[in-house]
């Protein structure tokens, strides 16, 4: 499958605890991007990145959430201390060319992370 | 007002109808306009792709811009029951490089029965 691959695709957390979510973006690709869907909500952008930076966070609540895309590896998404809020579909999406051209970004399944 | 509205149905129609979905949006800065369609507990998946004002079509499927409305459109001519789906329209500007930033409609949730 040489789709966006997210894992996990569920994940169940208690309050306080931390959630990890791994992205690895389609074969060629070298930015990625997060985007949250909350309950009855549109997809809402959190954050850009390329390999070893952060392009863009503009999007991402200025505590307990943090993203990284290393050299090797895929991306990951931290939510630290979760909360009840934090419960919510998070998508991953990658494109081979980042700023300046056409913004068309291919989405991966998602990982859906409840909180308790 | 909300960048981007969108009725989120739902719509339900026999197999073999037009299917007509819309979106208005406010940002006039907007260049980049999708629709994804969705079904239920995947990804976005990409349909169509336009940039700037006009029509486009691909197979059942037609898109159209209207920048001077501020108003978008999706048909989908022959409708089948595995076009049973969340329709998203997705939107985005230039502004500083950041066509990644797209602005999502809520969905319009779409049933087309045999």
């Known amino acids: 499958n040489a789709g966006v691959m997210q894992n996990p695709r569920h994940l169940v957390r208690r309050r306080g605890q931390e959630a990890r979510l791994r992205c690895s973006p389609m074969?060629?690709?070298?930015?990625v991007y997060w985007y949250r869907q909350l309950p009855e909500e549109g997809l809402k952008f959190m954050v850009y990145l390329q390999k070893e930076n952060i392009i863009d966070e503009s999007g991402m609540p200025k505590e307990r959430f943090s993203a990284e895309f290393p050299k090797e590896g895929p991306s990951i998404l931290r939510i630290q201390q979760v909360v009840r809020g934090d419960s919510a579909a998070y998508f991953c999406?990658?494109?081979?060319?980042?700023?300046?051209?056409?913004?068309?970004?291919?989405f991966g399944e998602g990982s859906r992370l409840t909180v308790l | 007002q909300k960048e981007v509205e969108q009725d989120p149905g739902p719509l339900s129609v026999p197999e073999g109808a037009i299917v007509s979905l819309n979106c208005t949006y406010s940002?006039?800065?907007?260049?980049?306009f999708m629709w994804y369609r969705q079904y239920s507990r995947k990804g976005p998946e990409l349909l169509m792709y336009t940039y700037s004002s006009g029509n486009k079509e691909d197979g059942r499927f037609t898109a159209q811009v209207d920048k001077s409305s501020k108003y978008i459109s999706l048909f989908i001519r022959d409708s089948q029951p595995s076009d049973s789906a969340t329709y998203l329209c997705a939107m985005s500007s230039n502004s500083g490089g950041s066509n990644y930033k797209l602005t999502f409609g809520k969905g319009t949730l779409l049933t087309v029965n045999p």
């Open positions: 940002n006039s800065a907007f260049q980049y």
């Open positions: 074969k060629g690709h070298s930015h």
């Open positions: 999406a990658s494109s081979p060319i980042g700023q300046g051209v056409t913004g068309e970004l291919f």
